[in-house]
């Protein structure tokens, strides 16, 4: 059997684990092909406990972004654990990482760290409400920003007052802006914004000019606090934070995922205006104060920077990108890629119960390909046109198996 | 000057993070005298940015059970960290772990990890509301369960809605605790417990066993969850969960800090009834499955075990306490020392501004040892009888500073 191990760790995993896996990473979300569990990786290369190989294009669900196990970064992160990680208080790499971030995030004159984007998020949205003395959010249709009552996209185990202050609105759509803020007239404390949209199996959005202009607008008048959730996107669009993209500077951002290259680590940052209620909001963690996830974002910062990671992600993304559309015009399939090049969903059209987007990316895993069809997808600054070519011939016979077993052409 | 490094970074600080810190470990909190910021670290033995060596007894707030830097807990990481941490899904150790667990904890049937103590209570409230249908928690007065809006000691930032299903009792108190579950009637989704009473700056308190059967026994009578928080106290007091020292299982457990000697990793435990409703509950983070921690905590636990660790802390804490109460009763100072042995926290009486206590922390970290008037503190595995009677020679001339000063005998 192929995935031998793989099936003897799902069963054991049953046993002592609720319905054998939760979260994100739950395989029983994705096709059965799909390896639940992982062995080892390194670059933009990922095997499975029964030794499959795979060309990423997940990165584990984004953090990866200058490939797994990164030379550099895990030379800082083994410098600084050498001396310790955790004490009794924490080390210079605070303070240098700290001033890294103030030098790197555009409109950030200070900075805090925490461990889950999640954790970061809420953060911002208390030290918006703490700002302003004001209780009402403003949060997109179908956005994530976490997995806590107060934004859990599942309600099971919330209550309806754990989201009491949440008003809706849609990305990108600057009348719904105006009309949710408007109903919270004297009492917004925020608008929450994504870097861009990237809700699971929609088409990707980049932030548009009127919109993000009317976001900060809306705040400013209101004196509320305008917050990126930059925890998927941030060092992937633009190192100075996302909505740099469109020349609008945010009160608040946080970021995750990519920022210490897999290390666990989040960051929220502010302007001068929101320094004084950051200052008097507790939020605190055991493990918050690690140095040695640190050290690995002040490498991955630099590093990122140092060799122009983010253009090299969106060549790669694009190299990738044109491929397929070619390969699928050449088919008459009908896809839509969208989101920047660099972290990417593909969706075919007519497919809402995502059939021909999993048959394709099973082909595409069956010949070495890890994609995802509704979840973005994230190039690394570890991709190299090899791989990706090598990608595209994985992409090609799935597109050819899509074509042949739905009919297109 | 004796602290320059230390004085350098805490002005660099300030520039770049809203006060210079945040949270627990904010020196702001405790005396000047106390450092911010530490340099290296290895056994129960740390370092400042001065290069000020101490015999630590906080334990960067309570990870470090087998003290700093232990080797086979380092090994164990290193050796996961060579094939890898996060990926597309778990690895082997996830399954290893949560069987370890269930075979470590006696109450539990399965088990979740997470990264901030915080995480894992959130879970276990979810998971309570979920299996139940309820919405009320008791929460006792003056404990601490967390950093964020619906648990957070501070409401700054917090709306009332966070905590609109919170109901007060006292540990302790089971009169009290029965009085808190009549007023939710038919809608009692979970008690909720400390460990033990650790609350900062108060006498600690082992749980008695008629409170723990009244809560045990309330928590069956309304079909609730019973909720023990061993964030703190977990893995310190008794291995297969700290309400084991009164014979009561509860149904759900959090734990974080010590399970992997400072790795970032938290865990829920539960039992067989509220496993369907775990499964339910959609909860997650990017580093949630991240390897190293997992097999940081496998070490951690087995080396617990396997050299009886707790009895170690135990007996060291009990050789502090000793040495200390025959310093005190000898110049007649009247304090108290309270918790087990190897979580004390030690008040002086008449000393409600802590200006005792402090002194004489502050006397004893000019001697070498670093103690704390307020927090619960904590041995670990790695103090031996020649630490214990080195710090003891600190103490004792610390007592003697503080007979001095506030004039007793």
Known sequence: MEAEQDQALKERAQRVIPNGM????????????????????????????????????????????????????????????????????????????????????????????????????????????????????LVANGAYHGAVPWCNPYPAGSTPEDRAHLVRYDYNDAASLAAAAETCRGDLAAILVSGFKHDV?????????????????????????????????????????????????????AFSKAIANGYPLACVTGSERFRAAAARVFVTGSFWYGAVAMAAALATLDKLGGIGGIAIMERMGQRLRDGIAAQAAGRGIRLRQSGPPQMPVILFEDDDDRRKGWTFCAEALKRGTYLHAAHTMFLSAAHTEADIDRALEATDAALGVVAERFGWQ
């Open 22 to 137: 939760w979260g994100h990473m739950d395989a029983a979300r994705i096709p059965v092909a799909y390896p639940q569990y992982f062995a080892r990786a390194r670059g933009c290369r990922l095997w499975d406990v029964d030794g499959r190989e795979y060309i990423d294009f997940l990165c584990a669900y984004g953090p990866m972004v200058l490939g797994y196990g990164d030379p550099d970064v895990e030379l800082a992160a083994e410098r600084q654990r050498r001396e310790g990680d955790i004490f009794n208080g924490p080390t210079v790499r605070l303070v240098e990482l700290a001033e890294a971030v103030v030098g790197t995030i555009a409109h950030a004159d200070w900075a805090m760290f925490q461990k889950n984007g999640t954790d970061a998020m809420t953060t911002c949205v208390s030290i918006a409400r703490e700002a302003t003395g004001r209780r009402k959010i």
């Open 201 to 253: 199996g929609k088409h990707h959005e980049l932030p548009m000019a009127d919109f993000a202009g009317a976001a900060r607008q809306l705040c400013d008048e209101a004196g509320a606090a305008l917050i990126v959730d930059d925890v998927r996107a941030g060092f992937r669009l633009h190192m100075g934070g996302s909505w740099e993209t469109v020349g609008i500077r945010p009160d608040l951002s």
